[in-house]
């Protein structure tokens, strides 16, 4: 096809850019982001014969529980073909197959025209019944193009249950493009009652229904879905900016009584009389190396990745990179993003570790591509298990996982490991600009309100306030059948995420310092990740008050990799927190007089 043409294009061009040089294995990367990101771009002659495929069968309620097509006893093609998938579509659970039993023609409109007849045996008849009953249904591609129906309908009662058997192909061309394509079952002569015991004999048929159309490829619906939810869109618009100003209004204010506090600070800190109480007392202590230095800078390599790539992922949204419909896409991107950017998690945890003095360089590159990895592939081993075990296309064959450990071996922990010892050797010692005594100044107690936990919650609340309008959405197109498109609405609460987490930290960190406790590192990254704490509690309230989600496959996915997502989320926010913390120490303790 002309997209294989422009893959291998693409491909050829990065790898003619690179050479032999020594960035090959990156270029090569390229190249399967080229693929990845493609789809096809078809052009027919009149009467040419288009490809049709089958897909998925999903429960409506379930959306993450995929079967393949033919798990229900439709008509098989004589010759029985798997489409070649893409990285993106095996990750998104797509196992398409070729329907070579339907004759479609570019343009030509056709009559009743029959698939097949087949003799369904009791328990056939018996897995379309249970398919009804839970509102299952197939998707068809056309032109790449999705087109979903359901496998059957049932009255009210649930004792009458009715098999879809004949489909209409309703398409619009303009010139030699596929413009839309939509798959309509046929009421009345078109359903048949399957009973609740027996065989059954079953006739299936479709028609076709071309129609000219004036709307441009480029402006089909499959590219642009934003205009199919542009109400939808404009209410989430409002919804946001609403939620937003009150969410910023707070966080400047909490903001602007923090500098006048600090003012009043300078101002008697820097006076004739010295005056050694609050956050100046504690100037020999505050730059004291946090316990579990290993671990600690391993977070920050992880987190600071994990930032990079949200942000690049956001970004290509916002572009319009992804096609609206290849959900895989972006999962496999996100590993390929992941594998290149090994080498920040290297370098920046390397260079903390160094700063703050750690010896144990093995540990520390070791925990740094173990930290986030291990957890993600222990919980993908255990929903992995399950979907095999149900039969579910969510279920990554072995040649994929296969694919990925390379990735993870041959890519990622060499450039993990490249990144520690660039940062090693490039970083010098920590500088602060006050020294540090060698025993530490006890704690005084504190009230109950300022302890660790009361902190962190609130620390954690403001911003998951600043985002639960929009994490509804997020969830609706990860956990339902909705498409996700006003990434630019995502990519302004990201960044305002990223800007209130940042303020509520750093005036947390100033009050604690406040009451003279010096202990704010690990407390400054716990605050800031502290959001994805509220994230989690969330998904619990989607599942009960807003889903319909049921049975151990799918319940399994949405808990399992929720959890993923917010370990992510907390890394990330964890380390926003603690940037922003140390600058901010930084700044207030290099601004006032010390002996």
Partial sequence: SKATVSVLNCSASVLRGIGDQPMERVALLLAVLCSVVAHDDQRYEEFEEINLFGDNLIPEANPSESYPFFDLAFCKPAHFIEKKQTLGEI??????????????????????????TKELTEEEVAKFRDAILNHWS?????????????????????????????????????????????LKEQQGEGRISLPKSGPLEVKFTYTTTWKQSSVQFED????????????????????????????????????FITLRLLRNDFQRYNGEEEDETGWKLIH???????????????????????????????????????????????YASIILIYAVTAFVAGYVSGS???????????????????????????????????????????????????????LF?????????????????????????????????????APWWRGPFYHIAVAGFLPFSAISVELYYVFMSLWGHQL?????????????????????????????????????????????????????????????????????????FYFGYMLIICYAVFLMLGCIGFFSSMAFVNQIYGSIKLD
């Avoid at 979903?148 to 030699?176: C, Q, R, W």
């Avoid at 937003?244 to 400047?252: K, M, N, P, Y």
């Avoid at 949200?310 to 319009?320: A, H, K, N, P």
């Avoid at 660039?422 to 920590?430: L, P, R």
Wanted: hydrophobic share 50%.
């Fill in 220 to 255: 089909r619906p499959a590219n642009n879905p934003k205009f199919i939810y542009e109400e939808e869109i404009d209410i989430q618009w409002f919804s946001i900016i609403n939620s937003l100003v009150l969410v910023i209004l707070l966080t400047f204010f909490l903001a």
């Fill in 409 to 445: 071996f041959l890519v990622a922990f060499p450039l993990t490991l490249a990144g520690a010892l660039v940062g090693k050797k490039h970083t010098g010692d920590f500088k602060a600009p006050c020294r540090t005594k060698q025993v530490a100044r006890p704690i005084p107690p």
């Fill in 352 to 406: 903390w570790y160094r700063k703050l003095g750690g010896e144990q360089w093995v540990h520390n590159v070791l925990l740094t591509c173990c930290l986030f990895v291990l957890p993600v592939l222990a919980i993908w081993s255990v929903l992995n298990s399950i979907a095999w075990a149900k039969g579910s296309t969510a279920a990554l064959p072995a040649g994929t996982v296969l694919g990925i450990f390379a």
């Fill in 91 to 116: 990750l998104g659970g797509s196992r398409k197959v070729y329907l070579r039993n339907y004759q479609l023609y570019f343009g030509k409109s056709t009559t009743k025209s029959e698939v097949c």
């Fill in 284 to 330: 020999t202590d505050v730059f004291r190396f946090p316990k579990y230095v290993t671990l600690f800078t391993a977070m920050l390599g992880c987190g600071t990745q994990l930032a990079i790539i949200f942000l690049v992922m956001l970004s290509l949204s916002v572009l319009g990179v992804f096609y609206a419909y290849g959900r895989g896409t972006m």
């Fill in 484 to 556: 996700f498109t006003p990434y630019s609405i995502l990519f302004l609460v990201f960044g305002i995420l990223l800007l209130v987490t940042a303020c509520i930290t750093v005036s947390l960190t100033y009050l604690q310092l406040s009451v003279e406790d010096h202990e704010w590192w690990w407390r400054s990254f716990l605050s800031g990740g502290a959001t994805a704490f509220f994230m989690y509690a969330y998904i619990f309230y989607y599942w009960i008050v807003e889903s319909h989600m049921y049975g151990a496959l799918q319940l399994s």
């Fill in 138 to 182: 197939f998707t068809m591609y056309l032109d790449e193009i999705p087109m979903k129906a359901p496998v059957g309908m049932y009255d009210p009662t649930g004792e009458n249950v009715y098999l879809s058997t004949h489909y209409n192909f309703d398409i619009d061309f303009n010139g030699d493009r596929v413009i839309e394509a939509i």
